[in-house]
């Protein structure tokens, strides 16, 4: 397989949670790092539309109401003006609440929960690079188009951290910056992501410790953006 060959495949096929790659395109991806980004960015995205569309659960009280007014209603004579207004004003409601649960962009609420998903993402254990430290300058460039944000890499030097390299991951229900540090012979993980990916507060230079399964994580915010690191 040659990379027309892969981008043939990849605007065809119609893939699902349990699909299969085929053989020939993942070694292809092997020996092609521009192919592996671009499909590792189109999986990311398939993965936010998926999470977008997530069934949503309806109020309770508002489930009572239709099925309340669907109840009484045996016919067009019996649907009187109030009725008619109420279940209107329902399925108005009904429609509103499901448009803001699509269009509202995904914050994190604490910073628990941001320390949980980097946990569980460096615990997955797929270290997959689509760059590695030799491009950094390409890199930052195309990591700052992807994600809408201009990316700034912290400096890590000073305490020991040697960069490999990274790729844009699905983190949570968005996207971010996934780097990959050495540092005495153990890999770890950076995740990198803009503030408004936080639905609270956070001042410049506040850090978050914990211990979770095991690992190390250390978050703070620095440069308009959220570092998470995981160790």
């Not at 790092?33 to 508002?62: K, M, S, W």
């Not at 460096?122 to 809408?148: C, P, Y």
Request: net charge negative; hydrophobic share 40%; aromatic share 10%.
């Amino acid at each position: 397989m040659n990379c027309k060959d892969f981008e043939n495949w990849l605007l065809s096929v119609e893939r699902t949670s349990d699909s299969t790659v085929p053989n020939n395109v993942t070694e292809h991806l092997l020996i092609c790092a521009d192919c592996e980004q671009i499909y590792l960015l189109d999986t990311g995205l398939e993965t936010q539309i998926n999470g977008a569309f997530a069934r949503q659960d309806v109020p309770i009280h508002l489930e009572a109401l239709i099925e309340s007014d669907l109840d009484h209603a045996t016919g067009p004579p019996f649907l009187t003006i109030k009725k008619i207004t109420g279940l209107v004003a329902a399925i108005g409601i009904l429609v509103a609440f499901f448009y803001l649960n699509l269009n509202t962009p995904f914050r994190f609420q604490n910073l628990q929960q941001l320390s949980e998903n980097a946990v569980l993402q460096h615990l997955n254990g797929d270290f997959t690079m689509t760059f590695d430290a030799s491009r950094l300058d390409q890199t930052i460039s195309m990591l700052s188009k992807e994600l809408k944000f201009k990316v700034i890499l912290p400096d890590l030097t000073a305490r020991g951290y040697i960069l490999l390299g990274g790729r844009i991951c699905a983190f949570g229900k968005c996207r971010a910056a996934y780097l990959f540090y050495k540092n005495q012979e153990k890999v770890c993980s950076l995740f990198i992501m803009d503030y408004d990916r936080l639905e609270f507060e956070m001042a410049d230079g506040s850090r978050f410790n914990n211990i979770l399964k095991g690992c190390k994580t250390d978050i703070w915010k620095e440069n308009g953006q959220v570092y998470a690191m995981v160790y």
